[in-house]
C-alpha cells in the first residue's frame, strides 16, 4: 500500500539503488518532500552501512542493536525491497518496474549496473541517474565549472558526497545545471573561507536556540527491541504551505518487499515465496 503523504513530491515514485551516503542521503530529501522512495538492497546484506558502526542504536534493555547510526541518519521515509540485481530474475524484476517510476537514482561504479539496461534523460521526462561514484562526479563538476585544480584540494574534495547529495537533490526537483549548482557550492566556500572561532560538541550543537527553533532534531517512533525511538537530523528545507514529513522510521531490510512487488508487480504470495527460495528476493 502507497503511504498518504502531503508534500510537493506526492505521486512521484522514486526507485533507489544507490548505497552508502551521497545516493541515500538524496532519496532521503526526496522521501521527506513526499516522494514514494523504493530503497532495492541486497538480500540478507542490505545497504553496507547497515554495519557501519559504532554507534549503533541502542534496545530498550540499553544493549546495543544492529542498527547503525549511519545508516539510520539517510534512510527514513523510504520502502526497503531485498532483490539480487547480480540475479538474471532479479535485473528482470528492476526492469519491469521501470515504468511505473519518475526517477530512478543509481551510484553504482562504472559498469556496475550493466544488468539492468537504462536510458537516462531528463527529470522532467522520464528516469534521472545519480553520477556514478563521488569523487569522479566531484572531478567532473570542478571541469564543468572551469575549475579543475579544485578536484585534487582535499578541503573541497573530502565534501564530494555531500555536493552529490544537494547537487542531485536541485536538478531532479529544479532541473538547474549541475554546472550552476556546483559553482554556486564553490563561490559560497570561497566566500565563506576557513572556518574558524570554536567548536561546539554535539550536545551543544542540538541545544542552540537557532537549531531547536528549525526543529533540527527529530524522534521516530520504533518498536522497544529496535530502540524505541531513532534520534534523527530534520531536513533543513522549510516549506510553508507543503511542510516535508516524517512518516516512516528507517525501514528495517526488506521489510516492504512483499507489499511493493505485489503493489508495483502484481506478484502473489505464492509468486514471491518461489523468488525468496530461489535467492532473488
Given at each position: 500500500?502507497?503511504?498518504?503523504?502531503?508534500?510537493?513530491?506526492?505521486?512521484?515514485?522514486?526507485?533507489?539503488?544507490?548505497?552508502?551516503?551521497?545516493?541515500?542521503?538524496?532519496?532521503q530529501l526526496l522521501?521527506?518532500?513526499?516522494?514514494?522512495?523504493?530503497?532495492?538492497?541486497?538480500?540478507?546484506?542490505?545497504?553496507?552501512?547497515?554495519?557501519?558502526?559504532?554507534?549503533?542504536?541502542?534496545?530498550?534493555?540499553?544493549?546495543?542493536?544492529?542498527?547503525?547510526?549511519?545508516?539510520?541518519?539517510?534512510?527514513?521515509?523510504?520502502?526497503?525491497?531485498?532483490?539480487?540485481?547480480?540475479?538474471?530474475?532479479?535485473?528482470?524484476?528492476?526492469?519491469?518496474?521501470?515504468?511505473?517510476?519518475?526517477?530512478?537514482?543509481?551510484?553504482?561504479?562504472?559498469?556496475?549496473?550493466?544488468?539492468?539496461?537504462?536510458?537516462?534523460?531528463?527529470?522532467?521526462?522520464?528516469?534521472?541517474?545519480?553520477?556514478?561514484?563521488?569523487?569522479?562526479?566531484?572531478?567532473?563538476?570542478?571541469?564543468?565549472?572551469?575549475?579543475?585544480?579544485?578536484?585534487?584540494?582535499?578541503?573541497?574534495?573530502?565534501?564530494?558526497?555531500?555536493?552529490?547529495?544537494?547537487?542531485?537533490?536541485?536538478?531532479?526537483?529544479?532541473?538547474?545545471?549541475?554546472?550552476?549548482?556546483?559553482?554556486?557550492?564553490?563561490?559560497?566556500?570561497?566566500?565563506?573561507?576557513?572556518?574558524?572561532?570554536?567548536?561546539?560538541?554535539?550536545?551543544?550543537?542540538f541545544a542552540d536556540?537557532?537549531?531547536?527553533?528549525?526543529?533540527?532534531?527529530?524522534?521516530?517512533?520504533?518498536?522497544?527491541?529496535?530502540?524505541?525511538?531513532?534520534?534523527?537530523?530534520?531536513?533543513?528545507?522549510?516549506?510553508?504551505?507543503?511542510?516535508?514529513?516524517?512518516?516512516?522510521?528507517?525501514?528495517?531490510?526488506?521489510?516492504?518487499?512483499?507489499?511493493?512487488?505485489?503493489?508495483?508487480?502484481?506478484?502473489?504470495?505464492?509468486?514471491?515465496?518461489?523468488?525468496?527460495?530461489?535467492?532473488?528476493?
Open positions: 500500500m502507497t503511504t498518504s503523504t502531503t508534500g510537493p513530491l506526492e505521486g512521484i515514485r522514486v526507485l533507489d539503488l544507490s548505497r552508502v551516503l551521497a545516493g541515500p542521503s538524496c532519496t522521501a521527506d518532500l513526499g516522494a514514494d522512495v523504493v530503497k532495492v538492497e541486497r538480500p540478507g546484506i542490505g545497504d553496507e552501512t547497515r554495519a557501519w558502526g559504532p554507534p549503533f542504536l541502542k534496545g530498550a534493555d540499553g544493549e546495543e542493536t544492529t542498527e547503525s547510526g549511519y545508516y539510520l541518519s539517510a534512510n527514513r521515509n523510504k520502502r526497503s525491497v531485498t532483490i539480487n540485481l547480480a540475479e538474471p530474475e532479479g535485473a528482470a524484476l528492476i526492469r519491469r518496474m521501470l515504468p511505473s517510476v519518475d526517477v530512478l537514482i543509481e551510484n553504482f561504479k562504472v559498469g556496475g549496473l550493466h544488468t539492468v539496461p537504462y536510458q537516462v534523460f531528463p527529470s522532467s521526462d522520464g528516469y534521472y541517474i545519480l553520477g556514478a561514484n563521488n569523487d569522479h562526479q566531484f572531478r567532473r563538476y570542478c571541469e564543468f565549472a572551469g575549475m579543475p585544480d579544485l578536484a585534487d584540494d582535499p578541503q573541497y574534495s573530502t565534501n564530494s558526497a555531500r555536493v552529490a547529495n544537494r547537487d542531485e537533490l536541485i536538478r531532479i526537483v529544479s532541473e538547474i545545471s549541475r554546472k550552476q549548482t556546483t559553482k554556486y557550492w564553490l563561490d559560497g566556500l570561497e566566500r565563506m573561507g576557513l572556518p574558524c572561532g570554536p567548536v561546539n560538541t554535539l550536545d551543544q550543537v536556540p537557532q537549531v531547536l527553533h528549525r526543529g533540527m532534531k527529530i524522534m521516530m517512533s520504533r518498536s522497544p527491541a529496535e530502540g524505541g525511538t531513532c534520534p534523527l537530523i530534520g531536513n533543513p528545507l522549510k516549506l510553508s504551505e507543503t511542510p516535508v514529513t516524517y512518516r516512516m522510521p528507517p525501514p528495517r531490510l526488506g521489510e516492504h518487499t512483499d507489499d511493493v512487488l505485489e503493489e508495483v508487480l502484481g506478484l502473489d504470495a505464492e509468486e514471491r515465496a518461489a523468488l525468496r527460495e530461489r535467492g532473488v528476493i
